[in-house]
Nanobody
Framework: QVQLVESGGGLVQAGGSLRLSCAASGIVFSINPMGWYRQAPGKQRELVAVITTGGSSTDYVDSTKGRFTISRDNAKNTVYLQMNSLKPEDTAVYYC???????WGQGTQVTVSS
């Protein structure tokens, strides 16, 4: 049974930081490219960041470049999203996703107040 469990969301003021974690089980984590998505109220889910299996290559949606950093620890079966200089428009539910098998976590709410 595949499980992706996100944590680390919360309420933060604009300019603040949060670090999201996604712990995976039931998959061979090290062979899965991973992604973080987000969905704001009334909007479509969008891809925020992706990372390759070994972590050597990453990519980001333009609106988060320079502020967000995706990383992974294959020994801990965990992928992270460090979010700095948060803006109110970053408010959304954030989900992690396995590129292989198309598995999703339950999401964690991030709210950025102005």
């Amino acid at each position: 049974q595949v499980q992706l469990v996100e944590s680390g969301g919360g309420l933060v003021q604009a300019g603040g930081s949060l670090r999201l974690s996604c712990a995976a089980s039931g998959i061979v984590f090290s062979i899965n490219p991973m992604g973080w998505y987000r969905q704001a109220p009334g909007k479509q889910r969008e891809l925020v960041a992706v990372i390759t299996t070994g972590g050597s290559s990453t990519d980001y949606v333009d609106s988060t470049k320079g502020r967000f950093t995706i990383s992974r620890d294959n020994a801990k079966n965990t992928v992270y999203l460090q979010m700095n200089s948060l803006k109110p428009e970053d408010t959304a539910v954030y989900y992690c996703h396995t590129m292989l098998g198309d598995h999703w976590g339950q999401g964690t709410q991030v709210t950025v107040s102005s």
